[in-house]
């Protein structure tokens, strides 16, 4: 892309009430450390657009984490006080390029291209296996007998879940390719 800098891009998709939103907070956290300006983005998964006379919970929650920049997009409404008739996500990523962000960590989104984490909170989930792009899996059951190709980690080896996803934020700050 043309505009702004190159800056990793990862996913964090999972169906409600994975755990999206408190590992989110998480890397954010993490990448502040790092001197790592955040950038995230949304999805408004519940259908129709935000109501801006609400307050956006998750996306302050990723404020409140370290994130320079938070949005929420539903229904072609952008909660940073933009509107448009549609917000393709390679458009949001294209904006938030142009904002000087280092990384962008993107909740939700399922069916997008992006490097994804996936959560899987139970077996109702599975079928969260066949989306593309996915660097890891992140889960509360076991599933090491799906031969993966791809890490799994258990939701309590947060440790190591966030320093490979650090890692692929690292890996993809260097190659200059997402």
């Known amino acids: 892309m043309a505009v702004g800098k190159h800056c990793a891009v990862i996913q964090i998709t ?3 009430n994975s755990g999206k939103t408190t590992l989110m907070e998480k890397l954010i956290k993490k990448a502040a450390e790092n001197s790592l300006h955040t950038g995230t983005i949304k999805h408004h998964g519940h259908g129709g657009i935000p109501d801006p ?5 998750d996306s302050d929650r990723h404020s409140i984490a370290g994130a ?8 072609g409404l952008l909660q ?3 509107a448009n008739q549609k917000w393709p996500l390679a ?12 990384t962008i960590f993107i909740e939700g989104y399922k069916k997008e291209l992006f490097p994804k984490v996936v959560l899987i909170k139970n077996e109702n989930d599975l079928s969260l296996l066949k989306l593309s792009s996915i660097i890891c899996v992140i889960t509360w059951i076991n599933i090491h007998h799906l031969d993966l190709q791809v890490p799994i980690f258990h939701i309590e ?3 190591n879940y966030i320093h490979y996803i650090m890692e692929m934020v690292r ?3 260097e190659s200059g390719i997402f």
């Open 68 to 75: 320079v920049l938070a949005g929420v997009e539903g229904d």
């Open 53 to 57: 006379r609400l307050p956006a919970k």
């Open 171 to 173: 890996d993809q700050h």
């Open 157 to 159: 080896d947060e440790k």
């Open 91 to 102: 458009k949001l990523v294209e904006i938030y390029q142009s904002m000087s962000i280092d």
């Open 80 to 82: 940073l006080y933009m």
């Open 14 to 16: 999972g169906h409600q």
